[in-house]
């Protein structure tokens, strides 16, 4: 509990007012330990407050704090607290996107999102929001959590940020995402980001080109499409007039498979050792472009896969392993919906235009007819809840997983039920969350002190006979 107490109270610095540091206070402890997931009265319900809902959901629109004063609040608290993972002096981030069915009406940013799961629980289309997200990996032993760092809607809401003169959100998605990285890198110096391979595109290396010119180092490690094509580097030419050549020959990186002299490795994927062969060659790629980038082909588990690496500087072997820690982010997508409910949220504005599900892809944004002022401001403020909200689960979902990382086999936490599988030495974030429902206002009152005591306290409801003992305490 004092660490937990320790944590949200270095926020206090980020809101200009209070109350709304107090608010922050009691949203984040009341997403890690509520019960039910029926919307921000949940929250209420879980911390047995008294009903101050207007206020509750008057603070995620208020001015007194802003997200990306949070957002590098919290950047500095896991540098400075969680076991990061690094490679060499490069700390290892994982981004992707992540797509939440909505169906508000005038929920801004709602829009007609295609699934590329091959779930078969999940229609091939939606209507909701399309989520960048941006972690980092932080672990002890062989266990290791991708802490949520920074989510960001990332589609639907060009116009709305065009009315704020922010051209850097209303960009594509694959772009918004490197953004959104290299602003999450500098508060950790030099940084390897991984993603998939939808995010191996010219835009996205020409972005992060002009970012890393500013003095930042960001490095990406992907994967290749199966129709990915490279270019050999340009032989020097002497005696000859015109113009030097910017490329060699073309080639399909998936046929280097059947010419490629591989090399044979054992190495830790996934848990345990698997024998793979690699092939490493440094090609041109990108249509006028010609990036040289780092390409390792793998034939691993009678599956052939291309990596990709901007760092030319790794070795293969670095890379494969790297590319085999991306999938934790997906992890960390489950254990905020089925944990903590972070895309329970429901934030709208009456100034937004009513959704049209016929609306065609030729006819007229209708954000582009909203002129007023007030009702720009107030659809802004919408986005701004959601964005906070999705920022405010993160918190708490990085909060359980340290927790997990920090206390797991010393005190209470040593005789927890597991809930999945039996794990001796780190417990999960489920567990943790479960452990906190059902002890948290017993440790609160055991440390009368804290700071997280006393707010929560002072916002309890009086009928509850345990909230009279907690405030008296």
């Given amino acids: 509990m004092k660490f937990l107490n320790g944590m949200l109270m270095e926020f206090k610095e980020c809101f200009s007012r209070k109350a709304a540091f107090q608010w922050f206070v009691v949203i984040v402890v009341g997403l890690m330990v509520r019960t039910d997931h029926l919307g921000v009265t949940s929250i209420i319900r879980g911390l047995m407050l008294a009903p101050d809902y207007m206020n509750l959901i008057g603070f995620f629109r208020s001015s007194a704090w802003t997200l990306e004063v949070l957002t590098k609040k919290w950047c500095e608290l896991v540098k400075n607290h969680a076991p990061v993972m690094k490679q060499g002096d490069a700390v290892i981030l994982v981004g992707d996107g992540v797509k939440q069915a909505k169906e508000g009406r005038r929920m801004p940013g709602v829009k007609h999102q295609h699934q590329e799961s091959e779930d078969s629980s999940k229609s091939e289309y939606m209507w909701g929001h399309l ?37 850097e959100r209303q960009t594509s998605h694959v772009t918004e995402m490197i953004r959104l990285a290299h602003a999450t890198a500098r508060a950790f110096g030099k940084a390897i980001l991984l993603l998939d391979r939808l995010f191996l595109t010219i835009p996205a290396l020409q972005t992060l080109d002009t970012l890393n010119a500013q003095g930042q180092s960001l490095h990406i490690v992907t994967k290749a499409k199966r129709n990915c094509v490279a270019y050999y580097p340009a032989e020097a030419r002497t005696g000859q007039r015109g ?123 209708p954000l582009s007819q909203v002129c007023d002022r007030r009702a720009r401001e107030r659809i802004k403020l919408a986005v701004k809840a959601i964005e906070g909200f999705m920022f405010f689960a993160a918190v708490a979902t990085g909060l359980l997983q340290l927790i997990s990382l920090y206390f797991s086999g010393s005190g209470e936490l040593s005789n927890l039920r597991y809930m999945r599988t039996y794990r001796n030495s780190i417990v999960s974030e489920a567990t943790v969350a479960d452990f906190l429902r059902k002890n948290f206002f017993r440790l609160l009152h055991s440390q009368p002190d804290l700071g997280i005591n006393r707010i929560i306290s002072a916002k309890q409801s009086k009928n509850f006979p345990f909230c009279s003992l907690s405030v008296a305490s």
């Fill in 131 to 167: 989520f960048g997200a941006v972690g980092i990996l932080a672990g002890v032993g062989d266990k290791v959590f991708c802490l949520p760092l920074a989510l960001r809607i990332q589609d639907g809401v060009k116009t709305i940020f065009g009315w704020s003169k922010q051209p």
């Fill in 243 to 365: 113009r030097p050549r910017k490329r060699g020959a073309a080639v399909k990186v998936f046929d280097l498979f059947e010419s490629a002299l591989f090399l044979s490795a054992e190495i830790a994927l996934y848990g345990r050792l698997e024998q793979i062969r690699y092939h490493s060659i440094d090609l041109l790629w990108g249509q006028g472009l010609y990036k040289r980038l780092r390409f390792v082909l793998v034939d691993y588990d009678n599956t052939q896969t291309v990596l990709v690496s901007t760092d030319l500087a790794l070795e293969p072997l670095d890379i494969i392993k790297l590319y085999s820690r991306r999938f934790g982010i997906e992890s960390m997508f489950r254990e905020m919906k089925q944990v903590v409910c972070a895309f329970a949220y429901r934030f709208w504005s009456k100034h937004m235009p009513k959704l049209n599900r016929f609306r065609k892809k030729t006819d007229t944004d």
